[in-house]
């Protein structure tokens, strides 16, 4: 008798069965397994944060002004010296100098250099007076006053080294600083990702993209597969170490950076999850404050290692309220680069369509070099900081500021 659904018999394995439970087809199995491993994956990803000795050398503490405490992360090598230039770092606006992490530790592989970053002003483990005094003018005084309290009377050669806002800051510094002492040091000038007119055009969306971000956190733990979710920060292991500085704890207002204790470095096998992840690779462009997460686990300890219980994380600095201060970031800052008396300067940006029309003119008369990064986002050092660091030891080498400690792949630079 034929079969009520017409098909030959090798095909009514494919059908519901009688009693209305559908049979799995042959391959269910496999498909089953990949999706359970591939969700395995994707929770089994390591949040944990990391410790900043994991990729710089020292840290400390500089008080100036009468109470301001300013900290700075040191990377120095066994063989460098004192007349060794300086590279100084400056983050981004709501960043801190543990941006710079992944970066520093590629660099320092590549070739000779002593380097500094700072947090800045209301950003990271920094504590002032007045957190939201973003200006150009109280900046410029913090990084003169710091450089000062550091180096007395042995001020090293200086380059200056700048992401977003530390971009324009770099600039204004080089341009503003009327300590001969400093400024007369001032060999070059790098700025990632930030052009006077393009940046102008974006701040008319920064409240918007700031009203977007989560209000806080659970965890620290949290706070770093967000950042990563959202595709605020493409790779993990930048993720890990840059996100503490961002947040501060919600009651004590403590840096989650300071929180994080130190661990033994990872091996190779352990730091083999820690490899960028391509966009979008949760399956989100932006992740709400409400968006469901895995179960959280407290993994904070003090330096005693005692474990602490804390529920909620918040941001470090209220962005929204620096808003006063963001046109006079990039006000002027093509020209301003563009006739910086700061020696060799180089621009890197994550895409050519950041130029506006003097810094398209300057770069074909050749007033700097430049370089485009493909498939990165706006924080370029942590989302490939290999081949940032690439670029800047070729920088550093071709104008003599360092030597080489090994060969590296040395990055043409864009047209």
């Known amino acids: 008798m034929q079969h009520p659904s017409g098909l030959p018999q090798h095909m009514r394995k494919f059908l519901p069965s009688l009693s209305g439970m559908s049979r799995p087809p042959p391959s269910s199995g496999r498909l089953l397994t990949s999706k359970h491993f591939a969700l395995r994956r994707k929770s089994d990803r390591d949040f944990t944060p990391a410790h900043w000795s ?60 002593r380097i500094m970053a700072i947090d800045i002003r209301g950003h990271g483990s920094t504590r002032s007076a007045n957190d ?3 200006s150009i003018a109280t900046m410029v005084n ?119 204790a130190e661990s033994r470095p990872e091996t190779p096998e352990e730091s083999h999850h820690t490899d960028s992840m391509p966009a979008n690779s949760f399956g989100l462009s932006t992740l709400s404050e409400n968006s469901p997460t895995k179960e959280d686990k407290t993994v904070i300890a003090t330096p005693d290692d005692h474990q602490l219980s804390i529920k909620q994380f918040v941001w470090r600095i209220n962005l929204a309220h620096t808003e006063p201060f963001w046109m006079e970031w990039f006000d002027n800052l093509s020209q301003i680069f563009l006739n910086s008396k700061g ?23 050749g007033k700097f070099q430049m370089q485009i990064l493909p498939r990165v986002g706006h924080v370029i050092q942590e989302d490939d900081p290999d081949s940032v660091a690439q670029v800047v030891a070729t920088y550093l080498c071709r104008n003599r500021f360092s030597t080489p400690k090994m060969e590296f792949e040395r990055p043409f630079p864009s047209c």
């Open 343 to 365: 020696g060799a300067k180089l621009l890197l940006l994550a895409g050519v369509d950041r130029l506006d029309g003097p810094m398209t003119v300057g770069q074909m008369q």
């Open 142 to 260: 913090d990084i003169t006053q710091v450089l000062l309290k550091m180096f007395d009377e042995s001020m090293p050669e200086l380059i200056l080294m700048g992401h977003s806002m530390g971009g324009a800051l770099a600039a204004h510094f080089a341009d503003k600083c009327c300590e001969s002492s400093i400024n007369s040091r001032i060999l070059g000038l790098i700025v990632i990702d930030v052009v006077e007119g393009t940046a102008k055009q974006a701040l008319s969306q920064m409240q918007q993209v700031l009203q977007s971000r989560p209000s806080g956190f659970k965890s620290i733990e949290q706070a770093i597969e967000w950042c990563v979710r959202s595709n605020q920060t493409k790779n993990l292991e930048s993720a890990r170490i840059s996100m503490p500085g961002q947040i501060k704890h919600s009651q004590t207002g403590i840096c989650a950076a300071d929180l994080v």
């Open 54 to 113: 994991q990729y710089f050398t020292a840290q400390q503490d500089i008080t100036i002004n009468d109470g301001d405490v300013f900290r700075v992360y040191i990377h120095e090598q066994a063989e460098s010296v004192d007349h060794m230039p300086l590279l100084l770092l400056l983050h981004g606006g709501g960043f801190s100098a543990l941006t710079w992490s992944l970066f520093v530790k590629s660099l320092v592989e590549i070739c000779h250099v």
């Open 132 to 134: 939201e005094d973003l």
